[in-house]
């Protein structure tokens, strides 16, 4: 999961004599008994068709995102010689004290980006053996994300809607502790570390003041680590106040890899709901 960036629409402004339209942020003051609205961050007006983010995006800013993810897991989990079914939702696991964290970094400076984004799961339920004798199953997941991404389309349009598109290249570092415990048989741990090179895609519109659309996902793996890892998620972010954003919407993130002989197939999926807090 990326960092949510405030590219969301601009609010109104009104155009001068001269074709040129002043920036959002504006205060009114008396001048000859009219009201001349001034930019309160520079005084240089911005031309109606240039880019936005020429004047706000040429800096160096940092968004750092805390989040809770209610996830829901299906799918197969093998350790060893041993494979579970499992089928739970957010309810069953919860009641085994699971959960999800999603927390992300992001530093971008003009159309660069560089991503850290990490996603830790504790998950521990009752499964099924494929004999159908009941299976304690329980681990522990990190999915580490290193990304770079570079924005190919920044635009504005005459409505002040905006749309970005920032497809992303990288790595995934998984790590895995697994345990499964099946009824009438011997326990079965495992751990395991691989890297996944990774690639990826997030569309970002901004449809109204201070609110953003937000579509994710990543694919990867490819046999060089797992034999496929993928996440997608789609978001909703509020800018309620400057510098702080509330994101809600649902993700998904999905690893096919060889544990031994044991084979994993497993999707986490769930709401998911975030704080984003841009300190520059």
């Known amino acids: ?3 949510a960036l405030p590219i969301h629409a601009a609010e109104p402004s009104t155009p ?5 339209q002043l920036s959002r942020t504006e205060v009114n003051v008396p001048w000859s008994s009219q009201a001349f609205t001034l930019d309160a961050a520079a005084t240089t007006a911005v031309s109606a068709n240039e880019d936005i983010w020429t004047k ?3 800096k160096l800013h940092l968004a750092m995102t805390f989040s809770l993810w209610a996830t829901s897991a299906n799918g197969t989990f093998g350790v060893r ?3 579970a079914d499992i089928d739970a939702c957010f309810s069953d696991l919860i009641k085994h004290a699971s959960y999800a964290f999603n927390p992300s970094i992001e530093l971008w400076k003009g159309k660069w980006e560089f991503i850290f984004a990490m996603t830790l799961s504790k998950l521990h339920d009752n499964g099924k053996s494929p004999l159908g004798t009941d299976v304690d199953v329980a681990s522990t997941i990190g999915a580490f994300d290193f990304l770079v991404g570079y924005s190919v389309i920044q635009t504005r ?3 002040d809607m905006t749309l970005v598109v920032t497809p992303v290249i990288g790595a995934q570092v998984t790590y895995v ?3 499964i415990d099946p009824e009438f048989l011997q326990k079965r741990t495992s751990s395991t570390t691989f890297v996944d090179p990774i ?3 997030r569309t970002v519109w901004g449809f109204a003041p201070r609110l953003d659309l937000r579509a994710e996902g990543t694919i990867g793996g490819f046999g060089i680590g797992s034999n496929l890892t993928w996440s997608a998620g789609m978001y909703l972010d509020w800018e309620f106040v400057n510098s702080f954003s509330l994101g809600v919407g ?3 993130l999905a690893w096919d890899y060889d544990l031994g002989p044991g084979d994993t197939d497993l999707i986490l999926h769930g709401p998911w709901i975030g704080l984003t807090w841009r300190p520059f």
Not at 16 to 20: A, K, T, V
């Open 177 to 179: 502790d697994a345990e």
């Open 81 to 83: 010689d041993q494979n």
């Open 1 to 3: 999961m990326f960092a």
């Open 157 to 159: 349009f005459e409505n």
């Open 56 to 58: 706000f995006d040429d």
């Open 199 to 201: 690639i990826g895609c």
């Open 16 to 20: 001068n004599d001269s074709g040129f």
């Open 250 to 252: 649902y993700r998904a």
